[in-house]
T-cell receptor, first 116, second 113 residues
Framework: GAVVSQHPSWVICKSGTSVKIECRSLDFQATTMFWYRQFPKQSLMLMAT?????????EQGVEKDKFLINHASLTLSTLTVTSAHPEDSSFYIC????????????FGPGTRLTVL | AQSVTQPDIHITVSEGASLELRCNYSYGATPYLFWYVQSPGQGLQLLLKYFSGDTLVQGIKGFEAEFKRSQSSFNLRKPSVHWSDAAEYFCAVGTFGNEKLTFGTGTRLTIIP
């Protein structure tokens, strides 16, 4: 149980275009989902926390207008990178929590974004 | 604010040898502690977790970790590593009532024959 999927697993896009990444909890209801960004050989940087039906909470320094997060249902959250630029190229990982107070997060396999 | 330190950026171990990865945390109350493993280009897989109770916790793949409050540590151990254990290992800390996790910078494990 507790499987989280991400789609796509990798994407290449041109500079200036927008890219949407989906994160789904397959076998549980995720009251909270998290979006992380990971640079090569570095740790995970939390970008934002999203709760179903409410606006996402962004970490300091993360542009909310650039990284649009939607958590429309208890099993789906999306991250849209708007007007992507090469510096947005990174590995994006989502995680989901069932919100039962255990802090345990279940991670998706990640999405490799390359902006040309 | 809570923080996590993984002092070792890179560790190399011979296959079959024992392993210990260090993790120190900073937090006033009892933390929730996690160890995750990440293979190249993959997401994170939970190895084990500590919330309360027995301070020695067993995880998957033969890993264990011991919570030592006096040392603010949660070191990960394995008695005999396998080549497939080569990966990046992350320690993370959370607190009751706050679902966010704070991750350490990770330790890269290399296994040599």
């Amino acid at each position: 149980g507790a499987v989280v999927s991400q789609h796509p697993s990798w994407v290449i896009c041109k500079s200036g275009t927008s890219v949407k990444i989906e994160c789904r909890s397959l076998d549980f209801q995720a009251t909270t989902m998290f979006w992380y960004r990971q640079f090569p050989k570095q740790s995970l940087m939390l970008m934002a926390t999203s709760n179903e039906g409410s606006k996402a909470t962004y970490e300091q320094g993360v542009e909310k207008d650039k990284f649009l997060i939607n958590h429309a249902s208890l099993t789906l959250s999306t991250l849209t990178v708007t007007s992507a630029h090469p510096e947005d190229s990174s590995f994006y990982i989502c995680s989901a929590s069932s919100g039962q107070g255990s802090n345990e997060q279940f991670f998706g396999p990640g999405t490799r974004l390359t902006v040309l | 604010a809570q923080s996590v330190t993984q002092p070792d950026i890179h560790i190399t171990v011979s296959e079959g040898a024992s392993l210990e990865l260090r993790c120190n945390y900073s937090y006033g109350a009892t933390p929730y502690l996690f160890w995750y493993v990440q293979s190249p280009g993959q997401g994170l897989q939970l190895l084990l977790k500590y919330f309360s109770g027995d301070t020695l916790v067993q995880g998957i793949k033969g890993f264990e970790a011991e919570f030592k409050r006096s040392q603010s540590s949660f070191n990960l151990r394995k008695p005999s590593v396998h080549w497939s254990d080569a990966a990046e290992y992350f320690c993370a800390v959370g607190t009751f009532g706050n679902e966010k996790l704070t991750f350490g910078t990770g330790t890269r494990l290399t296994i040599i024959p």
